[in-house]
């Protein structure tokens, strides 16, 4: 069994003076950091938080919370953070089947489900008295770290079992991908709830780079924090690229890496961003594979325009169909194995069986690889759409979409036919008030066969998504009658 | 079970046109490079080697050599490199305890000790007819990986048994510690068939970098093909480093870390290398940690001087005495825990208990941690010296004596004595020939308790060291009565 000396103490010894973490003017070195963390790892100790007992928080974007992940770590103790933007009857379940030990909340205004559970301060907490504070500890990377909560756009939310072992892997993965230089600097602006923003404070302190905590995605005063805390990695959704490419100013000058995730990226768009300077690289990854697993690297661009890149090491992927290996070429379902892939949903052996298979994970997902490795991500299988026999992916309809000039956002999907089983439906945000349904036909009918052009058009003023950016599909159909349709033509 | 796709298969996916290997005027991209292994280990394959099979081999220092090493490690077969050095009679022990499968030799004249193991020279194998090239595998981390014979000053060879994650663990220690820059080029001027040649051969492709391997150290060609081949990464024992000092030039302009192993470095020798611009690092390992696990960086210079630096991640150091960790500062057996530490010696039962404890490996080496957790050796565990109830430690001395004008090399070494128990001697190659044994004691006396001091002085042309630059201890004592004794002085 690998162990490991705690991640942040280890950077505190070798580079106490280095900045860790900092917010606003806040600003702590790792030394600073790690006597925090020690600080309140003790005061967990004394109420008599240990070893793998499950603690769930609900707290504002803050340092604290930050100091609380890594206490928490310290102690081997599991993480449960609770997505700030549930309401409680969504909470609910997600408490009732993690059963944690302890809540801990910012004390805002929130109407807790009444679970039972004991729910406490973390200001109170910080104020109480301490016995001793913890410095070292010893993590087991078979220990389980953290449960999130899948933001998936259907069904019930999945705690995902995320090992201290599978932070670790993730951050090799991305290390060994993009480099690893001993000065980089993360702007995070990810919710903290969310695998690919914790993966980034673990990343932090076993690379030992610091982390510049964003209060929220603000394009302007983003802008200027890259600048001035010359910033060299970021993590983003395609919307944040999108509002950052409005603003008239250069490429902050330190940004080597833009990391793309959440949602699959139009071409167009890192095209874009790469004209003007953004080092934008599309990626691949889930809270099961403990965040970003696939990276394309920007010397690949445009060759592989519309790969998420090749698998980072150790993982290894396959595609699948009727549970056999696809050769280069051919689509199928995503498989993935490798040391980051999570070890199955907290309290849930259904759907761990369903979804981990002997070391693999199916990942719900529809792609293929090149001859030479490299992953493109079609669709979510169960986004795809089925008209008359034919398999019609969402996405690539909405790539060639949001290449026209007078759409502003696009959400393709399928909604029942007696006809067809399917039909292709879309939801177009436009900017050019005087676009109309045919010349999107038109526009499409010389990139898309006839089948895939959508037949049923809705004019919206947002798309529906999710914190991570991902369209919500079935919220689209279930809410088709409440939008005023813009035209429709059966013919097609 | 940890599993990664193969190594270098995977760089030539990703990277076919970077340089893997370079030697003099041949060059290797990683897509040649693959090729070329993909031949071998089809090669091997008809001749039935596969999974977990043992092959020697004894092999001029060439890229062929390097190519069998990946070829083995594709086939998941375990590399037993032998010492080019050894005489037969010192061979045949290695050869019986190994037992392999196969032995591959380069044809060059040896006289083979007869253990009835069958042989093959590389030449003619790698001509041979090819059924089908061999491209892709699963490498198991918890397979063997090669069987390294420890160079040890004294006794038996014994088979270090390195496994496949150790060379990973290995190679992210480096990575974790260095920072993974990613053009970054290797000058391999270390055996091939000790832990820190190999270890640089795997490194290499799991991290991109180039490899350019010289035909052997030579001052002057070696630091020629430093600054052609734009090289950043560096192994050296002090030897080299005193000789590329004797050059007139500036350091190699593209050098970025020159990683100091194999012996303890005199901190004098750093200082003059830093000085001269060489980025000098000492590091500490040994074959039983699949090489480097503990590096000082430049930055803690000249601040922890004599230190050999902080763990790489995830290593556990303690210092141990009566089976028990003692608190900073105090000095005892360094024990190492992490998950590049080997899994014992093949075929010697014996040892394995003796070194390998309950996931600790007892290294035999005195030293202590400073309160940051920075790791001091202090000398050989058999090395030290008992004088009259006093410890020790040779290299001590030796630093000082090295720090002398008139010195050029030196060893120190206890001899059995009636009256003390032992008594201190020392080897010194001069420099200067008015240097007498009164000078040294005399510039020792300000710096040194008077029980450290050496009584017994020789005059020789060279210190016997291994291949890794190590004094060979037992050597010096065993010919005491062949050497000429400069003066004796038996009231100190």
Known sequence: MVQSPDWLHYQAEIHPQREALIFGQQRWTFAELDAD???????????????????????????????????????????VPLNTRLKPGELEPIIQNADPTLIVEDGSDFAWPDTGHRRIILEELMEGS???????????????????????TTGTPKGVEITVGNQWWSA?????????????????????????????????????????????????????????????????VPTMVHRLL???????????????????????????????????????????TCSQIVTLEESEWPKRAGSSGHPNLPVDVRIMKDNRPLPAGKVGEIWVRGPMVARGYWNNPQATRTTFHDGWLRTGDIGYLDPDGFLYVIDRLR???????????????????????GVSDVAVFGVQDEEWGQRVAVAVVVSDPALTPKDLRNFLSNRLASYKIPSIYYRVDA????????????????????MTKWTENHDL
Chains 1, 2 share one sequence.
């Open 37 to 79: 963390v020690a600080r309140l790892a003790g005061i967990l100790a004394d109420w008599g938080i240990g070893l793998q007992h499950r603690v769930a928080y609900r707290l504002r974007r803050s340092p604290e919370q930050v100091m609380l992940a890594h206490a928490l770590t310290r102690l081997g103790a599991v993480l």
């Open 130 to 152: 301490l016995a001793q504070p913890l410095f070292t500890a010893t993590l087991n990377f078979e220990d389980l770290h953290a449960l999130v909560y899948t933001s998936g």
């Open 172 to 236: 090799m993965g991305f290390g060994l991908n993009a480099g690893l230089e001993p000065h980089d600097r993360w702007l995070h602006i990810m919710p903290l709830f969310h695998v690919g923003g914790l993966t980034i404070l673990f990343r932090s302190v076993i690379h030992g780079s610091t982390v510049v905590l964003e209060e929220g995605f603000d394009q302007v005063r983003t802008y200027d924090t890259l600048i001035r805390e010359r910033i060299s990695l970021l993590s983003v």
């Open 246 to 288: 409005e603003l008239d100013g250069d490429a902050p000058p330190h940004l080597r890496l833009a990391l793309l995730g959440g949602a699959p990226a139009a071409p167009a768009l890192i095209e874009r961003a790469h004209q003007r300077g953004y080092r934008v690289v599309p990626t691949y990854g889930m809270t099961e």
């Open 383 to 405: 986004d795809m759409i089925i008209r008359g026999g034919e398999n019609i992916y969402p996405s690539e309809v909405e790539q060639h979409l949001v290449g026209h000039p």
């Open 463 to 482: 798309i529906p998504r999710n914190a991570s950016g991902k369209i919500l599909r079935a919220t689209l159909r279930d809410q088709t009658s409440a």
